[in-house]
């Protein structure tokens, strides 16, 4: 099973900034849509962020918008999630799925082993 490859977490005060990259070891995951999500302890996986196969399309959830932005580098074969202004609530494992539609959350796979993400208050 192919696998994407997060990075980039950390222990940060809140109100800091932390950018986190997802790399595909293969050049045919250029073609599908991309999606950070985190999971807390207790708590379901849920979509933080997403961005479809062209780059021209992007969706987050309520909690992060205006403080997070996800893009990607084709050339890299990498997405980054750019983390500013972040909140203790910000904490979580966070990872990056592949998908065919980068509207459908049920439809990611390609799971990495995940980053964690820790802000302290």
């Known amino acids: 099973q192919v696998q994407l490859v997060e990075s980039g977490g950390g222990l940060v005060q809140a109100g800091g900034s932390l950018r986190l990259s997802c790399t595909a070891p293969?050049?045919?995951?250029?073609?599908?849509?991309r999606g950070w999500f985190r999971q807390a302890p207790g708590k379901e996986r849920d979509l933080v962020a997403a961005?479809?196969?062209?780059?021209?399309?992007?969706r987050y959830m309520d909690s992060v918008k205006g403080r997070f932005t996800i893009s990607k580098d084709n050339a890299k074969n990498t997405v980054y999630l750019q983390m500013n202004s972040l909140k203790p609530e910000d904490t979580a494992i966070y990872y990056c799925?592949?998908?065919?539609?980068?509207?459908?959350?049920?439809?990611?796979?390609?799971w990495g082993q995940g980053t964690q993400v820790t802000v302290s208050s």
């Open positions: 799925g592949a998908s065919s539609d980068y509207m459908d959350s049920v439809s990611y796979g390609f």
């Open positions: 961005i479809s196969w062209s780059g021209t399309s992007t």
């Open positions: 293969e050049r045919t995951f250029s073609r599908f849509a």
